[in-house]
DNA sequence: GCTGCAAACGTAACCGATAACGATTGCAAC
DNA sequence: GTTGCAATCGTTATCGGTTACGTTTGCAGC
């Protein structure tokens, strides 16, 4: 059958098997009370016609769908690592997903477009959703869950441990001999930019090494924001020995800066990130970072959320995860020790 | 707020107005014949209660919902591509978009899950679907397009040009003077995998060289898949000079057989792919590839789809969009030679 | 033969919104 | 004072299902 035709209803089935749509429902919906022969009939009538219910009719009726959201800004290259995960977490689980974005991918965000978004699935399509971004004025009827929410949020969320992982890589590099280490900040409103910044900080406190403001520049996460500021600190008389960007992306940036201005890494400078995405373990040399596992993130909440809906959650409310440091080729004990 | 407490509906606000829900739908859908003052009223009820109007109410009803839908079967590193590709088309084009899957992420599909799951949009959520999938059975009474369909399919589609593609990878390396070309397949269902195959033959005829079948294995596109059939051309005594995989999946994974084997590539063996997944450009060697742009796949289709439910596409059933021959370190001329 | 009861099935209200239609109101024109 | 018309707003049917409830039917038990 070709396109064109009106989308085949229960009534239409109904017509066909000689029956009401109320049996036609029970039939579909495996319910007692039908007798074996009219289920046959019913059955054969769908079969003729090629019936599928409405997911849209049967979410406004019924109160459970068995199907979970989740709300996205726009895409990035993390994006499909959480959303495997959050799929793998859902696997054979009875639970479809369905992800909403809009297409207003570089013009302003209306204000609340989370809220808004969340409204539209939530009100009757989902039983629960997941929200990736950085926000915690939840509003929702059903369960919500939140990766990587804003700071001091109290929603159910998942958020990676980005104090300890941006300590470990900062002690990494005191460890190495570094003295001088440069930080290429994210974007301040970001909780895990500020954490990242705070185990920066601590790290260096820790190792008695006072906090020198002119070698913390600010970048947005976005590959683009870091080489500017990379030049900045790399152009300076008493250059940094070591650079800890705040994301891979910013990180991957600025080795290609100090291959333009003829460093040689890890000899002239030591490089580090924070995300482990996929092409850090491809350059030469590899890329010291932090693994904290989009994946994972988007697997533990997709779990959170499944037993949210079904009311047996017994965790806590937020989960935080391990981040793990892997070290590769990027670094190394500075020349002048 | 917090969580809880029933989703506000437009009765709510009708209520707490003292209006009808049919005047607050007229204001809602911002249509003539409210008077300013009543207007005023319900957009105060409408802020105080945080109402947002129901997606699915609203699709129900209403015959355009301004949504579009895109069914997949799963998530695959390739996916995002396409998926960056259909945003940035329907940025700011009014359009939203719902993904969906479903949660059967590795256990065996039930026959028809691509009907079943447009039939669950296109009911009435969506204003049109893209489906990714080598499918051709559509029935839906909406405008659809599915990009990398089956073979000889008649639906709206948007493909990469396979054949030529392929053809110009078999040519580069036969240029560069192999004559002893090995072939790894993909999974024989697909449209992709024939058209790939047909020209590495062709390309081979066309230089007179003729075709040895056994040089020619099958993988399934998976990476994995790769191994084993790569070492079964690589063990015979008179092994291939190169070796053209039908993915760059398994081209990769024949890159490690190769060097599990002591092989050196480009010197023992040259190496060729197809799709230019961004692995290929990090690897050392880089790979020889065919770029097929899944980004511009995505774009395309969505372009399509967004003319079609309007009305207004003026171009051909089927797209097909041409492909770029990608030459990196892994190919070279044969030692022997 | 009548009652009782459960199985089988239809009727109709309902989910939250939209839109055709009807009803009310105010005001100008006759 | 009517009439006419437009502006404003409420009533109600409807989208495609689900489900509480009512009705019919068949059959066992008295």
Known sequence: MAEGGAPVT???????????????????????????????????????????????????????????????????????????????????SGFDLIIYTNSDLYGTYAEGWEQRHLARLSGTLTDGCIVVTPWDEVRSGTPVVVIDPAKGSTVPSVTADNLTGATTVAEHLLGLGHRRIGFIAGRSSLAAAWAREEGYRRALAGAGVPVDPELIVRGDFNPESAAPVARVLLDRADRPTAIFAASDGMALKVLDVAKDLGLCVPGDLSVAGFDNIPESALTDPGLTTVDQSMYQLGYEAARMLKSLVCGDWEGPGQIVLPTRLVIRGSTAAPKTL
């Not at 749509?21 to 039908?34: E, I, K, L």
């Not at 199907?67 to 800004?73: C, Q």
């Not at 993390?78 to 859902?90: F, H, I, P, Q, S």
């Open 10 to 92: 229960m009534s239409d089935v109904a017509r066909l098997a000689g029956v009401s749509t109320a049996t036609v429902s029970r039939v579909v919906n495996r319910r007692y009370g039908v007798s074996s022969s009219t289920t046959a009939q019913v059955r054969a009538a769908i079969q003729q016609l090629g019936y599928e219910s409405s997911l849209v009719a049967t979410s406004l009726r019924r109160s459970r769908t068995n199907v979970l959201g989740l709300v996205i800004h726009s895409f990035q290259s993390y994006t499909a690592e959480v959303l495997k995960g959050v799929m793998d977490a859902l696997s054979q």
